[in-house]
């Protein structure tokens, strides 16, 4: 009687397929049958969806995944996961494990180091576990905020559109229409300006220029005259005044006489007004001073 009937031959492939099913489902979960990881234990109070074969990331790096989860029913506050980490890697004291999730609702476990690297845990040790403070998780703190201020939102949305109708706000609106125009304008006629200055520059550079040249030519005149030569000049000029006022004020000369000699200055006078005295009755008796005659004959 041959063993491998028809019948052992079915029942093989089925268990054959069984297995391979197994191991399939397993490796899609991300865990091995024959698996060479170190297995660590993680402490949570609260493990927010995470399950069995969920990824383990370092530094964002997959160092792991979690095989297993043990509920305390005895103790709700006390979950257990075990985790497996590749036997290249190490803990450190004080490491712990948060997890994490992202906009796609993937749970993660990420392993936060501690800050001492040569205090080693050893395999099989205990580490505490808890939640990341990511952008989900602030959302969901914010959650509370916004439901609080839902109750507000209408009376919130009955004062934006009583604003929006106030016919101030529209002249307000009108108002800085015109002022954006006016400044428009503005910027125009600056333009306007800026193109005249421009094309004004050149000619006022070159009379700014000549008038650096005809500064350049008086300084270089100043700079030729004998500074030294024209005190002297000014000098001598100074001392022949003060000696004309030496004499002035001395008795020598006439001017000198004149303006310290009263007696000369009224003889003077009073010559002067007995000429002026000659003077006026000449003219007035022309003939007691010239007597001409036809016949040669004297009168009285």
Do not use: C
């Not at 991300?30 to 402490?43: A, E, H, I, Q």
Request: zero cysteines; glycine letters at 6%.
């Amino acid at each position: 009687m041959k063993f491998f009937t028809k019948e052992v031959k079915i029942a093989l492939v089925a268990i054959v397929g069984i297995v391979i099913l197994f191991v399939g489902m397993q490796f899609l979960k991300g865990l091995s049958l024959f698996s060479s990881n170190n297995t660590y234990y993680v402490k949570f109070d609260n493990v927010s969806g995470l399950s069995v074969s969920s990824p383990i990331y370092a530094n964002g790096y997959k160092v792991g995944v979690v095989e297993r989860i043990d509920y305390d029913y005895a103790n709700p506050n006390q979950i257990v996961a075990a985790i497996g980490l590749d036997k290249k890697l190490s803990l450190s004291r004080g490491t712990r494990a948060e997890i994490s999730s992202d906009l796609l609702g993937n749970v993660k476990l990420e392993l936060v180091f501690g800050d001492n690297p040569s205090d080693k845990l050893s395999v099989g040790d205990t580490i505490m576990g808890g939640m990341q403070q990511g952008v989900m998780s602030q959302a969901a703190a914010m959650v509370p905020q916004v439901q609080q201020l839902l109750p507000h939102l209408d009376s919130i949305l009955v004062h934006v559109d009583t604003l929006l109708t106030d016919p101030s706000l529209q002249n307000t609106l009108h108002n800085t229409d015109q002022l954006t125009a006016s400044l428009t304008e503005t910027a125009r006629d600056l333009h306007q300006l800026t193109a005249a200055l421009n094309q004004q520059l050149p000619g006022m550079m070159n009379k700014a220029s000549g008038v650096l040249d005809n500064t350049r030519h008086l300084t270089a005149k100043l700079d030729s005259l004998d500074i030294e030569q024209s005190l002297q000049r000014v000098n001598q000029i100074l001392a022949n005044v003060q000696q004309l006022t030496a004499t002035l004020n001395s008795d020598q000369g006439t001017l000198g006489l004149l303006m310290r000699n009263p007696e000369l200055y009224q003889n003077l006078n009073a010559t002067m007004h007995d000429l002026d005295a000659l003077l006026t009755d000449f003219k007035e008796h022309p003939k007691r001073y010239i007597n001409v005659s036809v016949f040669g004959k004297k009168s009285d």
